[in-house]
């Protein structure tokens, strides 16, 4: 079977058959080891082995992967999904990197950004204190910051508006 997967933005063509997994043409040696009752999977990819916390988006194919401390967004569609999918319009959403909004209410500690600073995929932006531990937000895809909202000291809500990106 033949997926097509997003990880931040970029696509990758993996194929599952009798033989094993290949990825972008590559022979990959993997398997996943699934924990029950969990939402923990570990990965093996050749020699390497990961512990993978998964756990599904907000639609069919989505996915949000922590892995070694880093938060990925996957989309993992099959061929004829993909296809349905592209046919009926449903990709066209905004375009360009999503803005950083605040998981939960908590004060801002630190901004590491600047007003046309590029990021990267992963790269830390702002840490805010919640019950009193201090998470550290980082950008889901590349791109350049565009506006800056969030200010060190500042309480904020659930859902406002931290960092705009382009």
């Known amino acids: 079977m033949k997926y097509v997967v997003a990880i931040n933005g970029t696509e990758q063509e993996v194929v599952l058959d009798g033989e094993g997994v290949h990825v972008g043409g590559e022979d990959v040696r993997a398997r996943v080891t699934h924990i029950d009752g969990a939402p923990v999977r570990i990965v093996t990819i050749g020699d390497e082995v990961h512990r993978v916390v998964v756990r599904p988006g907000a ?3 989505l996915y949000t992967l922590w892995l070694d ?3 990925f ?3 993992a569609l099959d061929e004829r999904t993909r ?6 319009g449903a990709t066209g959403g905004p375009s360009g990197p999503a803005p950083l909004v605040a998981p939960m209410p908590g004060l801002i500690v630190r ?3 600047a007003v046309g600073d590029s990021v990267q995929a ?3 932006l702002v840490v805010m204190e919640a019950m009193k531990m201090e998470n550290e937000l ?3 895809a590349a791109g350049r910051v ?3 909202h969030a200010e060190p000291g500042t309480a904020v809500e659930k859902g406002a508006l931290l960092i705009e990106l382009e």
């Not at 296809?83 to 009926?88: D, N, Q, S, V, Y």
């Open 138 to 140: 980082r950008a889901q």
């Open 146 to 148: 565009k506006s800056v």
């Open 122 to 124: 992963g790269q830390g």
């Open 111 to 113: 901004v590491h950004v």
């Open 73 to 75: 967004e996957v989309e």
């Open 69 to 71: 401390g880093w938060r």
């Open 83 to 88: 296809a349905i999918r592209e046919l009926a």
């Open 59 to 61: 639609s069919r194919g």
